[in-house]
């Protein structure tokens, strides 16, 4: 449309300063003709541009002309550069036309905002495919993991891990944040190696006052491709189903809920009735584990979580309990 054309012509001369008619014509993918109609009418609706003949000449606007026509503040042109992963892009076959669109918003932006919309690319990245098909998490607060991002620092954080719920701590040199189906992850070094975290599974978190010390070349889109490339290659999950005591279901879900795709409601829905197989006290629960060797530490809730299947685990367990029963049965061990 005209419209979009001549506010495209004014934002490439508030941005570039003086530009030829050709460059312009370039820029705008038009005739060197449609770009002098252009400019008598942006001139006739009062923005001053002129023309400079002669070969150093060109297009401009008078010195000192400054108009916010794009309407954008800092925070939204950044908010322009958070946008899907490469990846996802690439699947929609857009990849290069992401690319040239980027470059096209970056020169009509004002040059204050540049740089806080390049450093927004670089470490921001949307990922919209869920991971086996796990839940959508709650938001996390992500102002403090923000901060030490866009100010290239150090991150100290205190860290609940999904497999055994333990809590660590971790001092760490984040490389940007990954939205990944609706979760954040923050993306980071430890120890000279790439690590995810879940955002949501950061207990508290604070910028130390040294420098990030990120490996030399890389950016957050090449760490993130690697750490995506592992998860999505690692060994299809175990399923295992366990009925579970509905007294201590929300304690048992909040332990295991990296392994429960979809947590089943804590309480029954009035008037239901309890699944077949399943005592009216318990809940029944799929889940998935890396391996039945890590599903092994269900055994910690004893009666109160009961593997339904597969089979071998159930031996397995059986034979585990049998053996604690019998050390305990026969007395203290020196």
Excluded: C
Excluded at 32 to 57: F, K, L, W
Excluded at 210 to 233: I, S
Excluded at 245 to 255: H, K, S
Excluded at 272 to 301: C, H, I, K, Q, Y
């Amino acid at each position: 449309m005209k419209s979009d054309r001549l506010l495209s012509l004014v934002l490439l001369l508030q941005t570039h300063g003086k530009l030829s008619a050709g460059e312009l014509a370039e820029r705008l993918e038009v005739s060197v003709r449609t770009v002098m109609r252009d400019v008598e009418a942006v001139s006739a609706a009062g923005i001053p541009v002129y023309t400079v003949r002669g070969p150093h000449g060109g297009i401009a606007l008078l010195p000192g002309y400054r108009t916010d026509v794009t309407g954008l503040t800092s925070d939204e042109a950044r908010a322009l550069f958070v946008l899907l992963s490469g990846r996802a892009h690439a699947d929609l076959g857009l990849g290069r036309s992401i690319d040239s669109a980027l470059r096209k918003i970056m020169a009509a932006l004002p040059a204050p905002f540049r740089p806080d919309a390049d450093l927004a690319s670089r470490r921001i990245l949307i990922d919209p495919v869920r991971w086996r098909g796990g839940p959508r998490r709650p938001a996390a607060d992500l102002r403090v993991l923000q901060e030490a991002v866009f100010t290239d620092r150090r991150l100290r954080q205190r860290y609940r891990h999904g497999e055994d719920g333990r809590v660590r701590s971790y001092t760490v040199d984040p490389y940007g944040l990954v939205n990944k189906a609706g979760t954040w992850y923050l993306v980071a070094d430890h120890r000279g190696r790439p690590r995810l975290f879940r955002a949501d599974r950061i207990l508290s978190a604070s910028v130390a006052d040294e420098p990030v010390r990120r490996r030399e070349g890389l950016e957050l889109a090449a760490v993130w491709e690697t750490l995506r490339h592992r998860v999505d290659h690692a060994p299809d999950p175990a399923p295992v189903t366990v009925s579970v005591r509905r007294e201590i279901l929300g304690r048992f879900l909040r332990i295991h809920e990296a392994d429960v795709p979809a947590p089943p409601p804590v309480s029954p829905p009035a008037g239901s009735d309890a699944a077949p197989g399943t005592a009216p006290d318990r809940v029944r629960v799929d889940m998935r584990f890396r391996s039945l060797g890590a599903a092994e530490a269900l055994l910690a809730f004893g009666a109160d979580a009961e593997v339904l299947a597969p089979a071998g685990l159930r031996r397995t367990l059986a034979r585990r309990a049998a053996e604690a029963a019998a050390r305990y049965a026969a007395g203290p061990h020196g």
